[in-house]
């Protein structure tokens, strides 16, 4: 009971921020951003959209790929959408979209489904926090910001950079493991992880054999997500130029793009609803930028992240109906 109250006030929050902004910044002046945008441009954001998920998809099925052969990338691609669905349309947020594709792969072996959600996970943080690391330095240079603000950016990217070479290092011994017992300390057992023992140590093995026998797949995802993230600012720059922002410089997108991670820092808010806002309006703020500017790029993000949503429903559906559930 504890757990739903505090997810619906965050939702709450979420939705407050939100309507707030909206608000305040004027929905004629956001409509009149919008309307900037031509079909063409929208069919080119939404074909960007489409290769980022692509791209996503094909760095997991290298991970995937090591451990039991070849998997189909439409498939996996497939689960990656149903699990956006997840991620967008439910109270599970983030948590529930990784959940949700281990589910959805179609093989025997449900821990190598477990075991290549979290490397691929972890991998992804990696290449976020260099990115993360590299748009602070850059904005240092770039913007002269009062000690305080830096004191926040610099602790915020070392916690996080602590936080993950932690799970990194515990993952090589065994992270799931670690995580069960370190809730029995606090009597804290829950009978289902408690039956999993022998699957969990299995898990843990799956995932510490990767990163000791697998170096080359590794550095091969972290260079595609790399490239994602260059692939992401490339979408976010295009999406502001679209939007009458003609102004803004490819570096002001790129931090942007980097530094708005910082909105997906809340995994129970479906769609870092309020969040995204303002974090997208703060650093709009920061860098001299137009906050209706910075809402409307929101908005659009929102909406082809609706209909990629709606495509991983579909999914879900054929699902069901081969699964007669």
């Given at each position: 009971m504890k757990q739903k109250l505090t997810r619906a006030a965050m939702i709450l929050t979420g939705i407050l921020l939100f309507a707030?902004?909206?608000?305040?910044?004027?929905?004629?002046?956001?409509w009149k951003n919008i309307k900037e945008i031509s079909v063409l441009n929208f069919l080119i954001l939404f074909f960007l959209r489409v290769l980022y998920w692509v791209l996503r998809t094909i760095?997991?099925?290298?991970?995937?790929?090591?451990?039991?052969?070849?998997?189909?990338?439409?498939?996996?691609?497939?689960?990656?959408?149903?699990?956006?669905a997840v991620s967008q349309l439910t109270l599970t947020a983030?948590?529930?979209?990784?959940?949700?594709?281990?589910?959805?792969?179609?093989?025997?072996?449900?821990?190598?489904?477990?075991?290549?959600?979290?490397?691929?996970?972890?991998?992804?943080?990696?290449?976020?926090?260099?990115?993360?690391?590299?748009?602070?330095?850059?904005?240092?240079?770039?913007i002269p910001l009062p000690g305080r603000i830096k004191t926040i950016f610099i602790g915020g990217v070392t916690?996080?950079?602590?936080?993950?070479?932690?799970?990194?290092r515990k993952q090589k011994k065994g992270l799931l493991g670690w995580m069960v017992d370190f809730l029995a300390r606090f009597r804290i057992r829950p009978k289902f992880l408690e039956k999993q023992r022998d699957k969990i140590k299995e898990t843990d093995v799956y995932?510490?054999?990767?990163?000791?026998?697998?170096?080359?797949?590794?550095?091969?995802?972290?260079?595609?997500?790399?490239?994602?993230?260059?692939?992401?600012?490339?979408?976010?720059?295009?999406?502001?130029?679209?939007?009458?922002?003609?102004?803004?410089?490819?570096?002001d997108s790129f931090l942007i793009t980097v530094l708005g991670?910082?909105?997906?820092?809340?995994?129970?808010?479906?769609?870092?609803?309020?969040?995204?806002?303002?974090?997208?309006?703060?650093?709009?703020?920061?860098?001299?930028?137009?906050?209706?500017?910075?809402?409307?790029?929101?908005?659009?993000?929102r909406i082809l992240a609706l209909l990629l949503a709606g495509f991983g429903l579909l999914g879900m559906i054929k699902l069901q109906t081969r699964s007669g559930k």
């Open positions: 707030f902004f909206f608000y305040q910044i004027g929905p004629e002046q956001i760095s997991w099925k290298v991970i995937l790929d090591e451990y039991e052969g070849r998997t189909s990338l439409l498939h996996l691609f497939n689960a990656r959408m149903v699990g956006h983030q948590v529930g979209s990784e959940a949700t594709r281990i589910f959805m792969v179609n093989r025997s072996n449900r821990k190598v489904c477990v075991a290549s959600v979290v490397i691929d996970k972890t991998i992804e943080f990696f290449a976020a926090i260099a990115f993360t690391i590299l748009g602070v330095i850059i904005i240092f240079y770039r916690i996080c950079s602590l936080v993950l070479f932690f799970l990194f995932i510490s054999e990767f990163y000791r026998a697998h170096r080359r797949a590794f550095l091969i995802v972290f260079l595609l997500y790399s490239l994602l993230i260059l692939l992401w600012t490339v979408e976010i720059h295009l999406n502001i130029l679209y939007i009458g922002d003609t102004g803004i410089s490819f570096v991670n910082l909105a997906f820092i809340f995994p129970f808010i479906p769609g870092s609803l309020g969040i995204y806002e303002a974090t997208y309006i703060a650093l709009f703020a920061l860098l001299g930028r137009r906050a209706d500017m910075g809402l409307a790029l929101v908005v659009i993000r």
